[in-house]
């Protein structure tokens, strides 16, 4: 009889742990100031937020997504981006998740993959203020680039023909021109040019300046072996 009592203990323990956790897990996590931090460009007092959401509850979405904010790698963001929208459906920061892939994608002009999860914010999402903002054309990949090559002269073709790698988009202006300075003081050509897609302003990274493809080609294969980026060859019109 004493043994049973005990082990009634010990369940009753183990659920109130479980539901401890659970609650801990779950509940949301005030950001929005340091949010604010984000959109200021105040970059040192939203890590230190971070930080200490981290120690505390570094699982919860919220903190998550904080973090998918803050990371520097466009591969690492959106896998932490995927993660909040994924396994946190219902979270109110998931919507915005969705939405950051997208741009992501239509950004570096992968347009289909961009469709998809445009079709993924509207049908999981309808209410979402982010789809009325969206109000651009996403166009077929294959049809704008039959269009860039007829607008060259064949005649001029080697000499008029001017490439650039698009190595990065970024809404936080500072990782764009973090970037673009390594790149600068490892010897290569830079820029920063703005991007109006849906009304959210992406600040586009892009290295070196090309008169063939082959060139360019070469830069996709540093910038993978050297900064683990997967780079984008455009045509400069």
Known sequence: MRFYSYKKILNLILLITLSVNFTILSQEINIE????????????????????????????????????????????????????????????????????VFLYYYSLGYYKTAENYLQMLKKNYPNSPLIEKININIPDEITQTVENRKTVNPENEKTSIKFTVQAGAFINKNNAVKLSKEFESNGLSSKISEKDVGGTILNIVTVGNFSSKSNADELLWVLKKDYNINGRIKQLK
């Open 33 to 100: 100031k340091y949010l604010k931090y984000i959109r200021n460009g105040d970059v040192k007092k939203a890590r230190l937020g971070l930080r200490m959401f981290r120690t505390s509850n570094p699982d919860n979405p919220a903190v998550i997504y904080m973090d998918a904010l803050l990371t520097e790698n466009g591969k690492d963001a959106l896998e932490k981006y995927r993660t909040v929208f994924i396994n946190f459906p219902n979270n109110q920061y998931a919507d915005d998740a969705l939405h950051k």
